[in-house]
């Protein structure tokens, strides 16, 4: 057993580069994080202690930077993160919050001590770093992440943390996600791992840099001030527990809790999952500026063993694009790292021992795209299709193994509307609209998704309220609710995600543009007969008659109502788009111009005609189902026509009725596998395939050897097949 | 003194879960507490048996007893009562139109507000919640009002009539109307009101948002709003009935009534939504209250209860105020004293986490009922009770003043199984391992409610309390360095001592919208300020109305003005207790402002301030307060250190330094002012232990009020 105090005595002396490099090989040796757990076995108690004290650090320096920050999205929304580090980097312990930027916090602080920071510019007691490069760590320019070292004396002993996400960066649009970047030279003011503090204080020159280049900076430059003090909270902390327990005792134990959690995690998945390998695919369309409309896929493969190892290997991902949805490593990572946390390891005290349990392949791609040049300035669509394939694969293994009340069915990702220009007090300002994350959550195995309240990057997610919103950029809400039928149909629907129409109001100069995803094709599927969530709509009515309308109090559009005919089209007499592309950048507007998002949400989980029909009905009077839907697609009759409980009825004889000829339809429609495939194949060949997915199936087997030959195989196609004609 | 009975002056009854405390001092400043069951349908049997029972023990008649009161103020849990048990009025809601989905969108952090650290996480976990007003009985009204108050589309007058009837005919008894933005100009929501009124009569009461709670926060007014309406007959019934039978058996004065700020305000003129959480409340006002008489105006208050461990802050005499508190599953924008809690207490159970095989405590409790292993209820899972009980620090044949009897062997029996085993671990290692681990998630809760807000713990004092405080006193409060730490001989019913302490008190927040741009000239900055002055002006003449309804004179009242301001673009604001009245010079302004960057610096650091963002002020408030008869605490006589021996009941077997020691126990009743107790020992009272690990002594002042003293020198307190 080892002894206290080796591993002080072991990394006496070594540079940082040294340590981070020592660390890496040991794992690569060993297979663990470090071979024996010595403190928690001879004194458990101690040891968890400890660590309740250093998690709670992190806790509580989370809500003191919430105090300080400028950021809507950290207040609506809590996009924020703490955590503490160890010396070389790895994540010991975390607040809640966005749980994308743990991770790529390692990746920046590694990335530090192996550029050999220690000699320049040096890391020292007091210094404070930054970072929003996205290949170094986070996820995209509003990203900014903060890390102080935390030296015991002359020795490191750890990091600590923090990560917000700043609205505005400078970037060739207002909002920081640049819809119409092509390149990353498009996206803001970066700063790739700056030291821009010594003595606990921020360099003049970085502030005054940042307060020339970005539109509003206040929100950047006391969200810094925010993560510093958070940071320090930590270190601070740390040094007071170092004191108590002694520097030796400290970092041996930060390194049993990394590995301690990864042996968790492998016991977890041991447990719950059953062996095998298992398969997903998600995708993501979207428009390219230069008039393609593009369509990609994420591919996964997860092998799982008795032991509770698992790989998970990309390839066939679509390679990248010139489109904001590129991610960098650290970001791919984070969103996977995420989704382990929320999806199967929420229980495993969490730190990066889950990255050290979990083997990853990730070829390039759009999930590893080229440092330099590429566009990564939404990500987030990306992380969240990302997620939803991981989400059903770790479902369909929890469903299989006896454990329901786990398996969900996937919220792909989310939508985001940005707006600049001069705001209702005469400011300047870039807003992103956080309403983005209050999506709903998939269906479950055993009830329904929660509506409104969830983002795949934030499982905290909040809706945030009208008159904060209307207070913070210059909006106007006509109408707010739930979507209807807005979450995939299922025996279990996912919940609803928000339905929101707003006017521009209080404004001289305005520009509004949005990034998202999912406008024909769903991200990803529902789960055992789950419907997807229906795709993303973004309407734009210009120069309308709406103060003619208030003028002569006729009525307004709340709502998007019918589909087949929007309250925004037959209200309105104006410039109408009631549903044009969802990458969309920035475009001006005027007063009382309108816009309305209809966002993305849930999967549903089971085949919708087992449903209870008392729920269709529940569902009916909460208006989050259409009766359209409940006849057309669960099958319910429900009669009378006021919207009322004592109005309503479920008709269970025609109800019967209803699902039978729906499951007669199905018979009817259906056909052999064998004879699927082949028809299949046969539009394969003659190339009678829509176009963006022609494009997205040539690029791949272009792209990816290992993917062309499973296609090959998959469709029986000879040898020498290299594209879809 | 013996023979001469001493007049009752001062009684308060505390409503909890399961007991309802009553709470009586005499004139010399003496305390009793007298505890009855809670009956939930009728908040009054508990409310006279304990008073009867108080009267009792000075030999009264409960009529004579309250014949003597000066005071009698009451703690009730009916409001919060009929939201949990959804029996209240049958309500409707007319909205802004495009709102009318405001209860099922809930500000979707109702979904996980009330989950802990992993189920917050665990997405699986979530799930939605039932809106508070069906929306069958909701209607919505084309109407807008802006953010600065502009009326941008006037009512549409058809429909708000429309509503009316609607829902009249459904059959509601209350209406509550909520538009956006109202609380900067009422105009549409009170028009939408008035229709209303003349369209449903008098038989169906109509309840303005704007009115319940001026604040910024839609679905929160909308929420305070709905139990406003919701719960108030309920309440007014419960309080009138309560009052008039309180006149026919002799007491004269006016029944006072409990509010979540932390004030009392008479029967009369209480609203229902601000006694939706007044229990908690009381322990902070205590602390308060005994930190005037000490000359304390840092203090960190500590209830440990059986299911939850609460924090409150008082800082410079004045306790904090939480403005969006979250009750259950609810987010009303009722201002509250702020009290952080964790779900660590005495009931909270512990275990092996299947999956990283490390111990935990909490959050879950056992509560009272099954309760802990001990119990012998059916409880299996091993508390921090049962680890207390085994490590012999409760004496299982006097918990509660031997109320309850607790089985050791049921207690052992279930922290071998569940802890001991499965960790390799010694029987009393397992139980030590769970009272350091509750420890340990306590203590970081008070550091972080002081250390992570930038406050030096060497400049507050703890009090803890609760009836479990003084059992883990030493726990909660290791290494963090307060000046002093005080726990108390009633210290399971410190909160209805708290609440006997409250002055009469009416709290009005405003929301206000003030943005000073970052080089607004003198003459911008004062045009501005006017928005500040309106909503103090406003809220005087409001919390004045009230007081001066409960019939008190102008020159009774005090007034104390708030602002709270941030930086430019900040989301979150420091509330000021304004140096000034009204802005009326430039000077004014700079006085507030020098105020706000003082606290900001102290709370935040030097390196946190960025005055160059301009400010913002999003809310004012007023409190107006009288002063009313407290309780005294009586100075006895203080003896030499040694006295503690008198009170010496024997010795036992308890857990320090790592193994079983043979210690001194102590009856904490008979302990005499100056006595000094030397670690280890066990102090036992009716209601609670106080353990004294080595290294450490207890000292009884002159207000027979405990000191827990590091180090063994004596007076070094």
Known sequence: MAKIGELWQQTQGLRLQELVRWRRRMVEEKKCYTEELTLKETDPVKFEVLFTRLLQSAVNARELAKMISASNAVREIGEITVALYTPEGDCVCLSCGVLLHVHSLSWFLKFMMEAAYEENPGIRPGDIFLNNDPHIGGFHAPDILIGIPIFYGERLVGWAGSMTHVPEVGAVEPGGLPASATSRFQEGLFFSAVKIGTNDTLHRDIENTIERNVRDPSQWLLDTRAKVAAARHVRETVLKLIDQYGPEYYVEAVQEYIEDTRRAARRKMARVMVPGRYRARGFLDGEIPNGHQALMQINLEVLVDREGNVSLDYEGTSPEEPLPLNMSVPATDGAIFCNLIQYVFYDCHFNDGITYAVQMKLPESLLRCSPFASTVGAPGRTGGVLSGVLTQVFSRAYYMGGHPDDAIAPTPTSTVCYKGGVDQYGRRFGFNHFELIAMGTGGRATGDGAHASYAPFNPEGDSGDVEVWEREAPILYLGRRLRMDGGGFGKYRGGSPLDSLYLVHGTRVCESGMVSVSKWVSANQGLMGGYPAPSVVFAVARDTNIDQLISARQPLPHFYGDPARPELVWRLKGTVEPGGPVNRPATPRKEHDAEEILFHSGAGFGDPIERDPTLVLKDVLMETTSRRAAEQVYGVIIRGDRLHPAALTVDVEATAARRAAIRAERKRRGRPARQYLAEQRERIVRGEIPAPAKRMINRLLSHSAAWAGWYRAQWNLPADFAQVP | ?717
């Not at chain 2, 002056?9 to 003496?30: K, L, M, N, R, S």
């Not at chain 2, 309560?242 to 509010?259: P, S, T, V």
């Not at chain 2, 410079?316 to 508190?325: D, Q």
């Not at chain 2, 340990?440 to 406050?455: D, I």
Request: aromatic share 8%; proline share 5%.
């Open chain 2, 1 to 717: 003194m013996a023979g001469e009975r001493r007049r009752q002056q001062i009684a308060y009854v505390d409503t909890g879960g399961t007991f309802t405390d009553a709470f009586v001092v005499d004139e010399q400043g003496d305390f009793m507490v007298a505890k009855a069951p809670t009956t939930k349908r009728d908040l009054s049997v508990g409310f006279y048996e304990g008073l009867t029972k108080a009267a009792g023990r000075v030999g009264l008649t409960l009529d004579q007893f309250l014949a003597e009161l000066d005071v009698l103020g009451f703690g009730t849990t009916v409001v919060i009562n009929a939201l949990l048990t959804k029996t209240g009025r049958k309500c409707g809601l007319i909205v802004t139109r495009g709102q009318e989905h405001i209860f099922q969108i809930g500000r979707g952090k109702t979904v996980w507000v009330d989950l802990d650290f992993v189920e917050r996480i665990h997405v699986a976990a979530h799930r939605s919640v039932e809106p508070l007003i069906p929306l069958h009985l909701v209607r919505g009204v084309t109407e807008r009002v802006d953010c600065f108050g502009q009326v941008v589309i006037p009512v549409y007058e058809d429909e708000a009539r429309r509503a009316a009837r609607e829902l009249a005919a459904e059959g509601v008894e209350a209406i509550v109307v909520m538009t956006l933005w109202a609380f900067l100009n009422h105009v549409n929501e009170r028009r939408i009101a008035d229709l209303v009124g003349q369209e449903v009569g008098e038989g169906v009461e109509v309840v303005e948002a704007s009115k319940v709670s001026p604040m910024i926060r839609e679905f929160s007014r909308a929420t305070s709003a709905f139990i406003q309406a919701y719960t108030s007959p309920l309440l007014e019934r419960q309080v009138r009935s309560l009052q008039a039978d309180l006149r026919r058996r002799g007491f004269r004065r006016d029944l006072l009534i409990m509010q979540s700020t932390g004030g009392v305000v008479t029967a009369d003129h209480i609203m229902a939504v601000n006694t939706i959480q007044s229990g908690p409340v009381g322990g902070v006002i205590g602390a308060r209250y005994l930190g005037e008489l000490y000359g304390y105006k840092n203090i960190v208050s500590c209830d440990v209860g059986g299911t939850s461990f609460d924090v409150g802050l008082i800082i410079n005499g004045e306790f904090r105020i939480n403005r969006e508190p979250v009750v259950g599953k609810m987010i009303p924008s009722v201002p509250m004293a702020d009290i952080v809690s964790i779900g660590a207490g005495g009931g909270s159970i512990a275990g092996v986490d299947p999956s990283t095989r490390r111990l935990y405590v909490g959050p879950a409790s056992a509560g009272a009922d099954p309760g802990p292993a001990a119990y012998g209820r059916g409880g299996e899972l091993p508390t921090v009770t049962d680890a207390d009980l085994v490590l012999g620090y409760i004496d299982p044949d006097y918990f509660l003043g031997g109320e309850i009897r607790l089985s050791r062997e049921l207690a052992e029996a279930s922290i071998a199984k569940h802890v001991a085993e499965p960790l390799g671990l010694s029987l009393l290692d397992a139980a030590h391992g769970i009272r350091a681990l509750a420890d340990a998630h306590m203590r970081e809760l008070v550091a972080g409610a002081l250390v992570a807000k930038g406050y030096d713990v060497a400049d507050f004092v703890a009090m803890a309390f609760g009836g479990a405080g003084p059992t883990h006193v030493e726990g909660f409060t290791a290494g963090l360095g307060f000046s002093a730490i005080f726990f108390f001989p009633y210290s399971a019913a410190f909160s209805a001592f708290g609440c006997a302490a409250a002055d009469i008190e009416q709290t009005m927040p405003l929301s206000v919208t003030l943005v000073v741009p970052p080089r607004a000239t003198d003459a911008e900055i004062l045009r501005l300020a006017e928005r500040l002055n309106a909503g103090w002006e406003q809220l005087e003449a409001r919390t004045m109305e009230r007081m001066e309804a409960q019939g008190f004179r102008q020159s009774e009242v005090s007034l104390r003005h708030t602002a709270a301001i941030r930086y430019g673009r900040q989301l979150n604001d420091l509330i000021i207790q304004s140096p000034v009245t009204r802005i009326c010079r430039i000077e004014d302004w700079r006085a507030l402002v020098a105020t706000f960057e003082l606290e900001y610096e102290h709370v935040y650091t030097h390196s946190a301030k960025y005055p160059q963002a301009g400010y913002e002020v999003y809310e004012v408030s007023v409190t107006a307060s009288v002063r009313k008869t407290k309780p005294r605490l009586v100075a006895h006589p203080v003896h030499p250190p040694e006295v503690a021996s008198r009170a010496l009941r024997g010795r036992r077997q308890a857990f320090f330094d790592g193994g079983p020691r043979e210690v001194n126990v102590y009856a904490m009743e008979d302990l005499l002012a100056g006595s000094r107790m030397e670690g280890p020992c066990l102090i036992e009272g009716r209601t609670t232990t106080a353990v004294i690990p080595p290294s450490h002594a207890a000292e009884v002042d002159e207000y027979l009020t405990f000191h827990l003293i590091r180090g063994t020198a004596p007076g070094t307190r």
